[in-house]
């Protein structure tokens, strides 16, 4: 079981929201929604812990990853000059050590993705690579 820290992740403060993958539609169940702080190719990092009845469960979410700049550079931007962060994704979620002032414990605060296309990771990429040069 990893650690739950700052290290290998981008940061990110935006809403995710997650279903399971085998639900019929985004319709008809309502998502379970959590605040995401840290994201790479490898995974997305949570603020707060998801259910332990998910555990183990595939997941579909749906995240809009912001620009990673206030100032974006040509070469990070699409075609007509903006940039499109939404991605829908699947990951599964995944136990990390958590060390407070409450002590130690596991929660289900990390999503492991699964399955990226290569836009999907290369995009991710990106804005990691970009926000870590960021100094804000």
Do not use: H
Not at 38 to 66: F, K, M, N
Not at 100 to 124: F, M, P, V, Y
Request: hydrophobic share 40%; with cysteine.
């Amino acid at each position: 079981m990893d650690d739950f820290s700052e290290g290998e992740f981008a940061p990110l403060c935006v809403p995710v929201a997650l279903w399971p993958a085998g639900a019929q539609s985004e319709r008809g169940a309502p998502p379970f929604v959590r605040l995401a702080t840290g994201i790479s190719p490898l995974g997305v990092r949570l603020r707060s812990a998801l259910p332990e009845e998910l555990l183990g469960v595939p997941l579909r979410l749906r995240i809009d990853l912001p620009p990673p700049l206030p100032y974006m550079p040509d070469a990070a931007t699409d075609a007509d000059g903006g940039w499109q962060g939404e991605l829908v994704l699947r990951a599964l979620p995944k136990e990390v050590v958590v060390r407070d002032e409450a002590g130690e414990r596991a929660e289900l605060r990390q999503l492991a993705l699964n399955q990226l296309s290569k836009s999907q990771r290369e995009l991710i990429e990106r804005y990691a690579s970009l926000r870590l040069l960021s100094d804000e």
